[in-house]
């Protein structure tokens, strides 16, 4: 905005909450987006309260929890493909006017990690 390249409505947060977008707002913050984390929280069985902070939300949805070091991987990806999600569904909105509901990114999020798991798998397969 400051060198001229979005208008200053371009400011405002794709998802129609009225907050300014910020990466933090954006990502963990939005009261709108924040139904994806819920979401996808209770489909894989974690129970923790929302952080405001992008790194302490890493850390928490990573790591605090509990569990083996490839649960561990497992939800770093988890948390890493919901923000590709939300980055693409921003995206989508702002430049292609397309719209998706949460379930909808939800799904994307179940459906890109079975495609991982079963990669991943298969590659463990192929070493072992």
Known sequence: MT????????????????????????????PIFRELWLRVRAWIGIDEADLYDIVDHFVQFSYLVGGTASKHSFKQFLWLLCIWVLWSKRNNRHFNNTESSIAQLVEKVQDHSYWWLKTAKVVKCVRG
């Open 3 to 30: 060198r001229g390249i979005f208008t200053p409505d371009a400011c405002w947060c794709i998802s129609g909450c009225g907050e300014v977008e910020t990466s933090q707002h954006l990502f963990v913050s939005c």
